[in-house]
């Protein structure tokens, strides 16, 4: 019995850390190529081709003015309506007339937010013939 032997002290246990970096930079990647994003379909605009040979004549009784003037009112054939009126009114006409297209003239002065709430209430209407123009000042 003569020696006395030394105990070893044992550290706490370690994690090893190394390749934590790797993983959460594979997992970074993962989650993004997997990621699907909504993406909301808005109104097809066909833009015209600027030769004058693509005008068509439409018929007035055809057309469905919606004017978003400089003092940020709406006016649907010439009468002040409020924006959540404007589906109604659009569903309403386009019962009436198939072929009808709306035209949404909007001042240089509006406010742009007023003319997409007016194709966003479009939109809602499921309103597909849409002609966008500038008012004369």
Known sequence: MGM?????KKGAP???TASTA?????????????TVFNVDQGLP?????????????VSRKNILEIKA???NTITVKGNVVRLDRIRQMV????????KLIVVVQTAPLAQYGLMINILDELKMAHIK???????DS
Do not use: H, R, T, Y
Not at 45 to 57: F, I, M, N, T, Y
Not at 92 to 98: D, G, L, V
């Open 91 to 98: 569903q309403e006409a386009q019962n009436a007339n198939p």
């Open 69 to 71: 003037m400089a003092d």
């Open 45 to 57: 605009l066909v833009l015209p081709s600027g030769e004058a040979s693509d005008a068509a004549q």
């Open 22 to 34: 790797d993983i959460s930079f594979l997992l970074l990647i993962f989650f993004i190529v997997s």
């Open 129 to 135: 013939k849409i002609s966008i123009k500038m008012l």
């Open 14 to 16: 370690e994690i090893n």
């Open 4 to 8: 006395l032997s030394k105990k070893k």
